[in-house]
């Protein structure tokens, strides 16, 4: 039975589960990761990443992603690239469910954790090629021609939890300072690591978000109490600088696929990561733009990797 077949019937069960009647009013957050978003504006790497998730109440959430990875070089025929000390062509598609909760201790709701398990496909199913040639098409840039070397078709399994704890350095009066520090733990055949990191906001009314979150390094899990009450009318706006350690077992991206022969890389164990960023909120959606520089992924990889991303959230 090919590997679509039981990832269709779980997106049909996605659809059939946001057709019926919220309760509470639904947080739709799109965010689209890529390369194109920084100042490099080069095409290579984790090169692309779209993420759609809901928050349907207080607790549980469910997400669409798909990752495309490719090499540093995407001009050259198929028979001369990549070389092997290249990363490979990839994709990745995959919905995720979950569980979080907001922690409230002493009368402070400063905590929250959640558990997301992810199940899809990585290889030509994932429809890589066909997103990444179809948009290059669009804009008028060559397309990638190397994609019949991608990874093959494999069964993607993944269960990732995540916990993060606001510091807030001004108080509850004035709301203008806070540090949020995270830890997530990714275990399966997508990735398995453990990320420690923390995000530093300046602005008004930050109690109102948990943070900007990444669409390979967080769960779905997003709260925003100003998009569920009313009583958060008004604008909010902050800045943040944001900076993350990952210490990997596995990476799909760089080791190839777990049960088939694929291609792969010589991985980086450890990699960081810093961003700077910006979020502007209403009191029915968000906006917010980032860009982040990552060191080596993989041994041969050429430099620095930078990308960028924009994140809207909207009340349903």
């Known amino acids: 039975m090919s590997v679509t077949r039981p990832f269709t019937l779980l997106c049909l069960a996605v659809l059939a589960s946001a057709a019926e009647p919220a309760a509470k009013p639904w947080v739709v957050a799109v965010t689209e990761e890529n390369d194109k978003f920084t100042p490099t504006n080069k095409d290579r790497y984790y090169t692309q990443g779209l993420k759609i998730s809901v928050n349907c109440d207080d607790q549980t959430f469910f997400s669409l992603t798909q990752e495309i990875n490719t ?35 002493g009368g402070k ?47 993607l399994i993944n269960l990732d939890g995540e916990f993060r704890h606001r510091f807030d350095l001004d108080g509850p009066d004035r709301d203008t300072r806070d540090l949020i520090a ?63 350690v990952e210490v990997i077992v596995r990476n799909y991206a760089t080791d190839g696929t777990n049960f088939r022969d694929s291609r792969a890389v010589t991985r980086s164990p450890i990699i960081l990561q810093a961003a700077l960023g910006a979020t502007l909120q209403f009191t029915s959606c968000s906006l917010t733009y980032f860009c982040a520089a990552r060191t080596k992924d993989f041994e041969t990889q050429d430099g620095f990797h930078l990308f960028g991303g924009l994140k809207g959230q909207f009340l349903f």
């Open 71 to 105: 090499p540093s070089d995407t001009s050259n025929p198929p028979s001369v690239t990549p070389p092997y000390t290249d990363l490979p062509y990839s994709g990745a598609l995959y919905v995720g469910w979950g569980y979080g909760r907001v922690l409230e201790r």
């Open 109 to 155: 709701r400063d905590s929250l954790f959640s558990v997301e398990a992810k199940l899809g496909v990585i290889g030509p199913s994932a429809g890589g090629e066909t997103v990444q040639n179809k948009f290059h098409d669009l804009i008028g840039t060559p397309q990638a021609v190397g994609w019949g070397t991608q990874l093959p078709d494999e069964l």
């Open 182 to 244: 995270r830890a997530v733990l990714q275990l399966g055949t997508l990735r398995t690591e453990a990320i420690f990191g923390a995000q530093f906001r300046w602005g008004s009314d930050l109690g109102r978000s948990w943070g900007h979150s990444y669409i390979r390094h967080s769960n779905g899990y997003d709260p925003s109490a100003d998009l569920r009450g009313p009583e958060k009318a008004g604008i909010a706006f902050w800045g943040f600088a944001d900076t993350q």
